[in-house]
C-alpha cells in the first residue's frame, strides 16, 4: 500500500508555518471554475456584467475556488487529501484577474486523537485580505 | 431585515450522484493536479482503491440546497446585493466515483448587524450507505437589507 502522507504527528510544531502557495487569477481561471462548480453566476464571468451592472472593477474570483486553492495549501503539506478534517474561511477582499494571492498556514495547536488546527489565511502581495481566520484541522499519524 | 420565521425551513433531500470525469474537472479548476484526484493506477496502490474527490468539491455535492435557498421565492433575498460571507466544511468520509449523495439543509439563522443581513444555510450529505460524509455551513451577506 502507498502512503500518501509522510508527516508524523511528532514533528509538528505549534507555530510552524507550512509551505505558502501563490496564484495569480486569471479570467479563464474563473470560466473554468463556473463549469466545474456550476456557479456561472456573471459576476465571476461576464466583464461586462461586472463592471456595467454590479460595478465591479472587473470580474472577481469565485470565493469558492480561493478557498479550493486554500485547501490545496493544506493538502500539498499533508500529502493525503482524506486527512483533511475540516476547512473554514471568511471571504474578504475581491481577486480581480493579474491579482497575485498568497495562502497561508500555521500550526495553532495539537489536539488531542493525532488531531492538529491550523490558522489558515489568504492575501494579496499589497497585504489585502482575501480569505480572513481560516481553520484546517488535519488528522496526522503517528 | 430578512423574515426570521424562515429559520429552520429545509431543503431536500437532495441526490447527487457522483461522476468520474466531474470529479476530476473541479480538481483541475481548482488546480489540483495530485494523482490520488485524476489517476485510477496510481490510486489503485492506495488503501482508498480509487480517484477520491477533492474535498472542497463538496462546493458542489453539499450546496445545491444553499442555491434552493437564495432563490427561494418566499424569502426573496436581494441577489443582486448578496455576497458569500464564509464557508465551512467538515469531512468525515471521502467521496468516489459513483457515490450516490444525499444532501439535506435548512436555514440555520438570519440575523442582522450595522446594515448587513446574514443568512446562514446548513447541510449534512450522506453516501449511499447511509455514513456521513460532510457538514457544510454557508453564510450570505446581503449588503443594505435583504427582504425586498
Same mark, same amino acid.
Given at each position: 500500500?502507498? &502512503?500518501?502522507?509522510? %508527516?508524523?504527528?511528532?514533528?509538528?510544531?505549534?507555530?510552524?508555518?507550512?509551505?505558502?502557495? &501563490?496564484?495569480?487569477?486569471?479570467?479563464?481561471?474563473?470560466?473554468?471554475?463556473?463549469?466545474?462548480?456550476?456557479?456561472?453566476?456573471?459576476?465571476?464571468?461576464?466583464?461586462?456584467?461586472? #463592471?456595467?451592472?454590479?460595478? %465591479?472593477?472587473?470580474?472577481?474570483?469565485?470565493?469558492?475556488?480561493?478557498?479550493? %486553492?486554500?485547501? #490545496?495549501?493544506?493538502?500539498?503539506?499533508?500529502?493525503?487529501?482524506?486527512?483533511? #478534517?475540516?476547512?473554514?474561511?471568511?471571504?474578504?477582499?475581491? =481577486?480581480?484577474?493579474?491579482?497575485?494571492?498568497?495562502?497561508?498556514?500555521?500550526?495553532?495547536?495539537?489536539?488531542?486523537?493525532?488531531?492538529?488546527?491550523?490558522? =489558515?489565511?489568504? &492575501? #494579496? &502581495?499589497?497585504?489585502? =485580505?482575501?480569505?480572513?481566520?481560516?481553520?484546517?484541522?488535519?488528522?496526522?499519524?503517528? | 431585515? @430578512?423574515?426570521?420565521?424562515? @429559520?429552520?425551513?429545509?431543503?431536500?433531500?437532495?441526490?447527487?450522484?457522483? *461522476?468520474?470525469?466531474?470529479?476530476?474537472?473541479?480538481?483541475?479548476?481548482?488546480?489540483?493536479?495530485?494523482?490520488?484526484?485524476? !489517476?485510477?493506477?496510481?490510486?489503485?496502490?492506495?488503501?482508498?482503491? !480509487?480517484?477520491?474527490?477533492?474535498?472542497?468539491?463538496?462546493?458542489?455535492?453539499? $450546496?445545491?440546497?444553499?442555491?434552493?435557498?437564495?432563490? !427561494?421565492?418566499?424569502?426573496? $433575498?436581494?441577489?443582486?446585493? $448578496?455576497?458569500?460571507?464564509?464557508?465551512?466544511?467538515?469531512?468525515?468520509?471521502?467521496?468516489?466515483?459513483?457515490?450516490? @449523495?444525499?444532501?439535506?439543509?435548512?436555514?440555520?439563522?438570519?440575523? /442582522?448587524?450595522?446594515?448587513? !443581513?446574514?443568512?446562514?444555510? /446548513?447541510?449534512?450529505?450522506?453516501?449511499?450507505?447511509? /455514513?456521513?460524509?460532510?457538514?457544510?455551513?454557508?453564510?450570505? @451577506?446581503?449588503?443594505?437589507?435583504? *427582504?425586498?
Amino acid at each position: 500500500m502507498m &502512503e500518501l502522507c509522510s %508527516l508524523k504527528y511528532d514533528q509538528v510544531e505549534v507555530g510552524q508555518e507550512i509551505p505558502s502557495l &501563490e496564484h495569480v487569477f486569471d479570467r479563464m481561471d474563473a470560466i473554468v471554475y463556473a463549469g466545474a462548480s456550476g456557479d456561472f453566476n456573471p459576476i465571476h464571468v461576464n466583464p461586462y456584467f461586472a #463592471k456595467e451592472v454590479a460595478m %465591479l472593477p472587473d470580474v472577481i474570483a469565485h470565493g469558492l475556488f480561493n478557498m479550493a %486553492l486554500l485547501g #490545496k495549501m493544506v493538502m500539498d503539506w499533508i500529502g493525503d487529501p482524506g486527512y483533511l #478534517k475540516k476547512l473554514s474561511c471568511q471571504f474578504r477582499g475581491m =481577486v480581480i484577474p493579474g491579482d497575485k494571492v498568497i495562502f497561508r498556514g500555521r500550526v495553532r495547536e495539537k489536539l488531542p486523537e493525532n488531531l492538529v488546527a491550523l490558522d =489558515v489565511w489568504a &492575501e #494579496k &502581495e499589497d497585504g489585502t =485580505v482575501v480569505l480572513k481566520d481560516g481553520e484546517a484541522v488535519v488528522y496526522v499519524p503517528s | 431585515m @430578512i423574515d426570521r420565521r424562515f @429559520i429552520g425551513k429545509t431543503y431536500g433531500p437532495i441526490r447527487y450522484e457522483v *461522476g468520474r470525469e466531474k470529479m476530476k474537472e473541479y480538481a483541475a479548476a481548482a488546480k489540483d493536479w495530485r494523482p490520488i484526484f485524476h !489517476d485510477e493506477n496510481f490510486a489503485s496502490q492506495t488503501k482508498y482503491g !480509487d480517484v477520491i474527490a477533492m474535498p472542497n468539491f463538496a462546493a458542489v455535492y453539499a $450546496l445545491r440546497g444553499a442555491g434552493m435557498m437564495l432563490v !427561494d421565492p418566499e424569502i426573496k $433575498l436581494n441577489l443582486a446585493m $448578496l455576497v458569500h460571507g464564509a464557508q465551512e466544511f467538515e469531512w468525515y468520509q471521502v467521496v468516489k466515483p459513483n457515490d450516490v @449523495i444525499t444532501e439535506t439543509g435548512k436555514v440555520a439563522d438570519i440575523y /442582522e448587524k450595522g446594515n448587513l !443581513d446574514f443568512i446562514v444555510y /446548513e447541510s449534512e450529505a450522506r453516501n449511499q450507505n447511509g /455514513e456521513l460524509v460532510c457538514r457544510a455551513r454557508a453564510t450570505f @451577506i446581503i449588503r443594505g437589507g435583504g *427582504g425586498k
